[in-house]
């Protein structure tokens, strides 16, 4: 039996993946971000293959992680996780830096950021698992980190088709 009320007590937290191909930049929003290793210190995400930013992470091999602020608003969570990067340029009107990797890092409504260099991959079914290593990372705000619970809950957000949690 799968009691999916158990799958719901799993915590996650809220953040905007950033990649590139070329000279073009994206990112998307994404829940499954975890730290797998210390020394060194690797991070695992978990992308949807038919997400445009999983074609610029095989592509590039580096990525960055900005960690979203619990007041994020809605409207921004709407446009890097309900919007595609082939219908619009998410990056326009962002605030953003490159990183150590050459990743853009998304600034806005991030209290910090990691930046990191692929490191390896496996794939699930419908998603990849990503795995990075941090080649630098910056706090820039000691404030509360985005919750998926706090999303979802607190604020009535909605998940997406492609999160790995989504339920119908
Ligand atoms: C709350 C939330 C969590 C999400 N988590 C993930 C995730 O962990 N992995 C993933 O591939 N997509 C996730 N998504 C979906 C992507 O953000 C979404 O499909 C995005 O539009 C893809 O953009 P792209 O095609 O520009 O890469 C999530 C979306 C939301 C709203």
Redesign the pocket.
Known sequence: MLDKEALLKVTYG?YIVSSMKGQRM???????ANQVTSKPACVS????R?????EYIRDSGVFSISILKQETPLKF?GR???????DID?FEGTSYKTGKSGAPIVLDNALGYLDLKLLDHLSVGT?TIFVGEIMESEMMEDTAPLT?SY?RNIRG????R????YEE
């Open positions: 809220m994206n990112g998307l929003v994404i829940n499954t995400i978990c992308i949807n038919e997400n445009l930013t999983h969570i890097w996780g309900f919007r595609s990067g082939r998410k998603h998926y999303y957000g909605r998940s997406s492609y999160a790995p949690t």
